[in-house]
Structure formats: C-alpha cells, structure tokens
C-alpha cells in the first residue's frame, strides 16, 4: 500500500523556489527531520523521487514495521559498536521511549514483543507512515513527491538543489536518502554522490544484514525450513561475533534474523575477499548438550522400533531431522533400537554445532541495511551537521551506521533524523 502525497502545487510561472530547510528524502529520516525542522518562521519543504512517501517503510519487519527496540540508551550505543558513540547524542534526542510517545499520542499504540522488539499494535506498516504524513501535513511542510534530485550545489545563501523540474533554493540542506539497499523501494545511492560533490568522503557500501551464501548445498534441500531460537558463532571461537534468534534455511544458505546479524558482523571479512568462513550453529541453545544426550538417549530406548528420524523429528522440524542423520552418516529409516552410540554422539555434536562455511552473501540489493555510506568522522554527532559544509546535514542509513535487526536501524533513522532537523531549524534561529 501506498500513501500518496498531497503536495502544494508548484507555480509554473516561476521553475525556482525559495525554502529554509530543504529535506532531500521522504523516509523515515526525512520525514522526521522535517518534522524536528518546522516552525511558524522556518519553511521546509522535502523532496522524494518516488510519487509517495515511505516506499522502504511500508516494506519493514514484513509490512509489520518493527519501529524500535525495548531498551535503554546504553544498550543501543552498545549494539551499534563502533557507530554507537557518534549515536549517542541523536539518541537522547529522540530515545526509544520518545518513539513510542511520539505515535502514541496520535492514536497509534504500540506493542513489545517478548524479544524486546516494538511494534504498531496492529502490526501495520500504514498506520506508521499515515501518522508521519499527517504530522507532516499539520506542520505545514511542503512535501513534493515525484521530484528527483538531480545535482546539489554551493550558493552564496545556501544550496542550489535541482530536481527534474525546478531548481530549490535552501539555506539549509539535509541530506536522507538511504543507502543502496532494496533499490526497488527508491534506495539508488544517490546521496552518496550529493555528500560526494560537498566534499564528503563515502565509505564503500556493503551488504549488512542479508542471508548468508554456504560452499554446502543441503540447505537448499531444506529451503524453507524454518527454526525460532538458534545461536550462530564462528567454527573454532568461544566468544565473539556470536547471533542468535530464528533462522530459515534457503535454496543457497541461511535467511533469517541471526543469520543477518552474523551477516553484518562479518561484512567487511566477506565483501568481494573471497574468503570462507565457518560457522556453526546450536539448534537447541537453551539445552546443555549433556542434559540432550540423557533426553536423546532415553526417546531412542523408548521408541525402538520408530525410525531415527522420526525420534529427532520430536525436536527438531522432519526435514532436518533427516539431513542431521545423513550428515552423521546414518540411515534415517535406521530403527531407534540399532543406532550405535558413535552415531548418536555424532547426531548430538550436529545438533549442538552445525558445521555450514560461508562463501559470501546475497546481493546488496537484497539486504535490509547498507553497511559504509557518508563517513561519520566528518559529521558533528552532536547536530548530524557537517564538519566540512556550512549548512549541510546527514539523516539516517545514507551514513555509515548500522545496527542489528530488531528495529534498531528505525529507531537511528527517527534519532538522527529528528537531531539533524532540530539542529538546522536552531541553526537558522540563530540557537
């Protein structure tokens, strides 16, 4: 579903218009900076190549639009790693807390899922961007949909921003694009060419959070097969990076939130290197492998004469169940009372680490987040405003930030894009 836009209508009479603020991008950060920007003495209007606002928007958390997560300002700067100190300042401008609020107070309550990820409460995207609109509306925002941005340029007051039919002149410019992610939805990369031109510096884009490619081919056999509560680490590490959630398993790899993570904790290590990583993966990490070798060991005594597989398929989905005994070397259809006690250990070390070696991951195009972007060392983490141009701010996945799935990445489009409007707005007041 698509929201269309209800901009103010052009004068045709004139191709150049005059704005305080101009936002180029009507996503989530765009449209939350706008909303931090405006006031009776500040005109904003944003520009978005798309003829609606949101088209990323509508598509998140499955079109349920998972907007933040359930936790404290210190775990967020904590999950965002490196990126989590420049953060830290936008997320007190605009915390999970005030999110919730935010979209509270205009009708529209949230929910938290026992994962700590937060939720409209009827789980629609729609209602997240409906509210934006109309609190953009409200504000009196000119919004112009249908308007790509084609060059961003120096002026004696500002910028010269030109679009496809007119030329914009701002005396502010912030800068929400996105990054190159999920390019159908209007994420083309072209504010990384904008911040170029400004004299930023882009870190090359990466897939993060995307599935993972695996050398085996067993998984496509059990594409779709899906597990709620894994935990994926390195092959030969005790610590770090380690993922954990739900999986699904495709035609060539693993899908899923953990598998994502992992994805992002290994994207430098994976863009074009080459290398193969490996991994492994506890099906069953809330149980000791001692207590499963008692449990696994007292089913196959009680059920002789069923089949291994359908012994492991008590735990585990029926088609894994299977791959699990031929990888241990064992006919499925072998019954309970024969397995060898070698060929049970083995079936318990796969369910307790998974062998699976990554190759690379899914296309760019395919990930939830871009990895790299405008480099955040030549951005004031204190207003989101350049530290090279006069008058320029960054908003949302355009920089280099990113978080791990679980609405993370929403809420430091709302944070960053909140401080980068309130800043310029305060800006031009002379704040």
Same mark, same amino acid.
Request: glycine content about 16%.
């Given at each position: 579903m698509e929201i269309a836009a209800d901009p103010w209508p052009a004068d045709e009479s004139n191709h150049n218009m005059k704005t305080d603020i101009c936002v180029i991008g009507a996503g989530p950060a765009g449209l939350m900076a706008a909303i931090g920007a405006v006031s009776e003495r500040i005109s904003v209007t944003v520009l978005e190549a798309n003829r609606a606002a949101g088209r990323k928007l509508l598509v998140t958390g499955g079109g349920r639009c998972n907007l933040t997560h359930d936790a404290t300002i210190d775990e967020f700067v904590r999950v965002f790693g490196d990126a989590g100190r420049f953060l830290r300042h936008s997320l007190h401008e605009m915390p999970s807390e005030a999110i919730r609020t935010f979209f509270h107070d205009r009708g529209l309550p949230t929910t938290v899922e026992p994962d700590g990820c937060v939720f409209p409460a009827r789980g629609r995207a729609p209602d997240v961007l409906r509210i934006l609109q109309n609190e953009v509306e409200r504000s009196g925002v000119r919004l112009l949909c249908e308007s790509p941005v084609t060059d961003v340029a120096l002026q004696d007051d500002g910028f010269a921003v030109t679009t496809s039919a007119q030329v914009v002149a701002a005396k502010r410019l912030i800068v929400a694009t996105g990054g190159l992610s999920w390019p159908g939805t209007g994420s083309t990369?072209?504010?990384? %060419?904008? *911040?170029?031109?400004?004299?930023? *510096?882009v870190i090359a884009p990466k897939a993060a959070l995307v599935p993972l490619v695996t050398s085996e081919n067993w998984p496509g056999d059990l594409a779709g097969v899906a597990l709620s509560d894994v935990r994926i680490r390195l092959a030969g590490a005790s610590r770090r990076p380690v993922s954990s959630g739900a999986i699904v398993f495709t035609q060539d790899g693993l899908g899923g939130p953990a598998a994502q993570d992992m994805s992002r904790l290994l994207a430098d290590e994976l863009a074009g290197t080459g290398h193969t990583i490996g991994l492994q993966i506890d099906l069953m990490p809330s149980v000791q492998e001692t207590e499963l070798d008692g449990w696994l060991q007292q089913q196959?005594?009680?059920n002789v004469r069923k089949t291994v597989t359908n012994v492991l398929a008590e735990?585990?989905? %029926?088609r894994l169940a299977s791959t699990l005994c031929t990888l241990a070397g064992c006919d499925g259809d072998t019954q309970a009372g024969r397995i060898r006690k070698e060929t049970r250990r083995a079936i318990l070390h796969l369910v307790k680490a998974l062998p699976l070696h990554v190759t690379g991951t899914r296309p760019l195009a395919e990930a939830t987040v871009t990895r790299g972007g405008v480099d955040r060392r030549q951005i004031d983490p204190k207003t989101m405003g350049s530290k090279l141009c006069a008058g320029l701010f960054f908003a949302g996945e355009l920089i280099d930030v990113d978080g791990p799935c679980g609405g993370y990445n929403l809420q430091m489009c709302f944070s960053t894009g909140t401080l980068a409007g309130r800043a310029a707005a305060r800006q031009l007041a002379g704040l």
């Open positions: 990369g072209d504010g990384y %060419r904008f *911040a170029s031109a400004l004299g930023h *510096a196959l005594t009680a735990f585990v989905p %029926r």
